[in-house]
């Protein structure tokens, strides 16, 4: 947070409920990105550039890449700080940083983000309006390290699933929520899905948006111990939507 605006800072504190946790009574990993999301959420609209405040433009907030570091998961009834922020500007693409605090204020989990505008009735990238830009510009050099390398490409596939987009599925573009694109590579990992294990890291990359009634295909291969690489694709057309590496550690 070093060198960041205050007036660019967001804090807020969430309360681990009974809804929120797996077996073990820690959060789900899905929860804890809801929760940084409705952070990063509360912030845009506080700093009046949320979706509803361009909407007359025609323009949205798209996500392209999450770069997520767990080092454990909130306990049920722990109260835990996010703070998130706008961590500068590359190009088309704006990023935005994300640190969750335990109750004890240490760092128990961090992302960092990338996002471009999207003109919703064109369907192309639009230009970040130099309002925006300005707000927005300070020292960066305080801020996470933005993800830039290249995935992995699977060689083979060990596990697949397919999974037909549902009306509870959509974000409030009507598209398919980009948390579910996490929550349905995790059913692919035998970590997740045996209850034996963590997740420790996350790199997901996405590529296109997927609508109602769509099947999505996930493979997964197993990369290395408790390394794995995921391609989400669309079934209709095979178009890929999303490529991800997770790092999962054994309880």
């Not at 707000?135 to 060689?155: E, H, I, V």
């Amino acid at each position: 947070m070093k060198n960041v605006p205050k007036d660019l800072l967001y804090s807020t504190f969430f309360t681990i409920r009974t809804y929120e946790i797996d077996r073990q009574k820690k959060a789900t990993v899905t929860t804890l990105v809801n929760l940084m999301q409705e952070a990063a959420m509360q912030n845009v609209i506080e700093l009046k550039v949320s979706l509803w405040d361009l909407q007359d433009t025609g323009v949205s907030w798209v996500l392209m890449r999450k770069n997520l570091q767990v080092s454990r998961l909130p306990n049920l009834g722990e109260t835990i700080r996010i703070v998130t922020h706008p961590s500068g500007f590359e190009r088309i693409y704006t990023h935005r940083d994300y640190l969750v605090f335990d109750e004890k204020d240490q760092l128990i989990a961090q992302s960092s983000s990338t996002w471009l505008l999207m003109n919703m009735h064109k369907r192309r990238v639009a230009r970040i309006p130099e309002a925006i830009r300005e707000k927005g510009q300070f020292d960066t050099s305080g801020c996470l390290p933005r993800a830039k390398a290249k995935l992995a490409t699977l060689t083979a596939v060990d596990c697949e699933k397919a999974f037909e987009v549902q009306w509870h599925d959509l974000d409030f573009n009507e598209h398919l929520n980009n948390v579910r694109y996490m929550q349905w590579l995790f059913e692919t990992v035998d970590y997740y899905v045996q209850h034996k294990g963590a997740l420790v890291s996350m790199d997901i990359l996405y590529k296109a948006e997927c609508a109602w009634k769509e099947v999505v295909v996930v493979q997964t291969q197993a990369h290395a111990e408790g390394n794995y690489l995921h391609r989400l694709m669309r079934q209709s057309d095979g178009a890929i939507i999303a490529e991800a590496q997770t790092t999962w550690r054994a309880f």
